[in-house]
Nanobody, 122 residues
């Protein structure tokens, strides 16, 4: 079993861009529906965007037109391209495996990744 792993967070100025990545598994037969969530200090966790292996995507209203979610062709890694970042986008961003497709080896021990911090300064 695996746990998703995020990368790509960092600190940028308002208007800048970051690209997050979440790897679900390195096993070739695995595919995943995946989502990105974020939690700012003192606030509840909220869903930012989701993607299904069939290509359907969804976005929170607050990020529509600025963020783009995608997957690699193997459907094991999800990306979140974040453009025109705002200070209010500052949060811990976490990836979640929403659904697993494949053999038992594809199962995740924990659907949540450890998270990656995104900090946007004004």
């Amino acid at each position: 079993q695996v746990q998703p792993a995020e990368s790509g967070g960092g600190s940028v100025q308002a208007g800048g861009s970051l690209r997050l990545a979440c790897v679900g598994s390195s096993f070739g037969v695995c595919r995943y529906d995946m989502s990105w969530y974020r939690q700012a200090p003192g606030k509840e966790r909220e869903i930012v965007s989701g993607i299904e292996i069939g290509g359907r995507t969804s976005y929170a209203d607050s990020v529509k037109g600025r963020f783009t979610i995608s997957q690699d062709s193997a459907k094991r890694t999800a990306f979140l391209q974040m453009n025109s970042l705002k200070p209010e986008d500052t949060a811990m961003y976490s990836c979640k495996v929403e659904r697993v497709y494949g053999v038992s080896l594809c199962a995740v021990s924990d659907p949540w990744g450890q998270g990656t911090q995104v900090t946007v300064s004004s």
